[in-house]
Structures are given as C-alpha cells and as structure tokens.
C-alpha cells in the first residue's frame, strides 16, 4: 500500500509540476477544467448523494455547464472569486457547529450538490488567473499548501495536544495548524524574491500567505465532513493508494480563491 501511495505520488507530482511548467495557459486550463471541475464534479456528485451512475453523470454536467460561460467570456476575476467569500465563511460556521448539524446535508442534497458550483468553479478559474500572471505563482500556491500540510503532519505527530476538529479529523491539532503557519512564514519570505513580490507589499504578502494556508485548512476539514455525511473513507478511486482528486484538491479549493483575491487587493495583480 506505501508503495503504491508513493509511485501514485511521485507519477502525479511529476505530471502536474509539468503540465504547469510547461503548457501554454489555455491547455493548462483545459486539463485543469477537466481534472478540477470534470473528475472533481464527479466525486462531489458522489458525495452529497448521487450514488446511481446515471444520477452521478447528470450532477458532474450540471456543474460543468456552469463552466461555460468561464471558458468562453472570460469574465472579470473579481466578480468570479468574490463568490467564495461567503461560501467559506459560512463553510466555517458549519465546521464550528458540527456535528450539531449533522444529517442537515442529506436532507437538502440537491443544495449540497449545486454548492459544488460555488466551490469547484471559483478555484479552477482561479488557478487560471495565476497561469496567466506566471505559472510560478500556481507552482508557489500548490507547494505552499503541501509545505503546509508536512508541517502539520510532523509538528502534530511531535507536539500535538489540543484536537482541531475531533469529530471531522481526529488527527489534526492546534500545535500542527501552528507548525504549519511557521513554515508558510518562512517558505513566503523566501517567495517574496523568487516572484519578485514588491518591496513594500512583502510583509502583506507574508500575512497572506499564512491566511490562505488556514483557510486551506477549511477546505481539508469540510471535504472530511462531506465525506463523514457520505459514510464513505475517500472521495474516489481513481488515485491508487491516495484516493480521489477531491481528496487531493481539498485546501486547494479553498486557497486558491482567496490566494488570488488577496493578489488582486494588493495589487500585485490586476486580472485578464
């Protein structure tokens, strides 16, 4: 099983880190709008109650068609990515209430399942954005969250006390979440040379950074409560030994977004 997690790894490591280096930006969104929104759509389909294939189908083209007036008009970032905003504040007004709002999801799937528009199409578009500004910025944002993320994997096996969200993810701790914001402070200050991050917009930079990691966080813990309302271990099967792409896209869905907005208000940069 380790075995097959790390080549599955490795392979995907591999082929993302090229495709972003690589493709120009409309293959680069093509692929991803494929992988994010199409597998993506599938798996979350699956989650909030399209169990039948048929059913699973009609969910993931419900949400694609919603992509196409992204690819197509290509319309102002700004009025896009605000929309996750008030989609993850009211995400972290259902992980602090939980599980007093368990069984809320089952009773109202259809809800759940156009959510999914809400939250897979805003991160593709997203990631889109930084393709056009550099492909470094997607590179800095996918290796901030997985920096992120080993941080507070071994900062939580060596320190970790206080559980984070013990009914979604008991693995997770509050001295993790820590050791995680201390490595994106330090991984952050080293980007603000390699982007090129302007003198006096830095620090802010830094501050950003570290928001998006615990958004990140956000992201991870209510892919979990999906996942626990599902009954189900992993989104999908489709990555021998780490599941499905939701399992990983999690925190990216909720960075991705409020990284780019953040860009926008500092003005580092001013959309396509």
Same mark, same amino acid.
């Given at each position: ?26 293959? /680069?969104? @093509?692929?991803?709008?494929? /992988?994010? $929104? #199409?597998?993506? +759509? ?16 009609? #969910?993931?083209?419900?949400? @694609?068609? +919603?992509?196409?007036?992204?690819? /197509?008009?290509?319309?102002?970032? =700004? ?52 393709? =056009?500004?550099?492909?470094?910025? $997607? ?25 984070? +969200? ?14 995680? =914001?201390?490595?994106?402070? =330090? ?7 390699? @982007?090129?991050?302007?003198? #006096? ?12 990691? @615990? ?43 409020? /990284? ?10 001013? #959309?396509?």
């Amino acid at each position: 099983m380790l075995k097959q997690r790390v080549i599955t790894g490795l392979v995907l490591i591999l082929l993302v880190f090229a495709g972003i280096r690589f493709l120009p930006t409309e293959l /680069f969104g @093509l692929f991803s709008l494929m /992988f994010i $929104v #199409g597998l993506g +759509a599938w798996e979350w389909a699956g989650l909030t109650g399209c169990y039948l294939p048929e059913k699973r189908m009609a #969910g993931t083209m419900m949400i @694609l068609t +919603a992509s196409i007036p992204l690819v /197509f008009i290509r319309p102002d970032p =700004v009025w896009v990515l605000s929309v996750s905003i008030p989609v993850w504040l009211l995400v972290l007004v259902a992980l602090k209430i939980y599980p007093r709002n368990a069984g809320f999801y089952k009773k109202h799937a259809l809800a759940m399942r156009l959510s999914g528009i809400l939250v897979l199409l805003p991160a593709w578009y997203a990631l889109m954005q930084l393709h =056009v500004m550099h492909y470094n910025y $997607v590179i800095y944002l996918i290796t901030l969250i997985a920096l992120a993320d080993t941080a507070a994997y071994f900062t939580g096996r060596a320190f970790g006390k206080n559980k984070l +969200a013990p009914d979604l993810s008991p693995g997770k701790t509050k001295e993790g979440v820590s050791g995680a =914001v201390v490595v994106t402070a =330090v991984w952050a200050s080293l980007a603000v040379f390699w @982007l090129a991050i302007p003198e #006096g917009k830095s620090t802010i930079f830094m501050v950003l950074s570290m928001f998006v990691v @615990l958004m990140s966080v956000a992201g991870d813990l209510f892919e979990s409560l999906l996942k626990r309302e599902a009954g189900v271990k992993d989104s999908g099967r489709i990555l021998p030994g780490h599941g499905g792409i939701l399992d990983r896209i999690d925190s990216l869905l909720a960075a991705a977004p409020l /990284f780019v907005l953040g860009l926008l208000w500092l003005g580092i940069y001013r #959309g396509i």
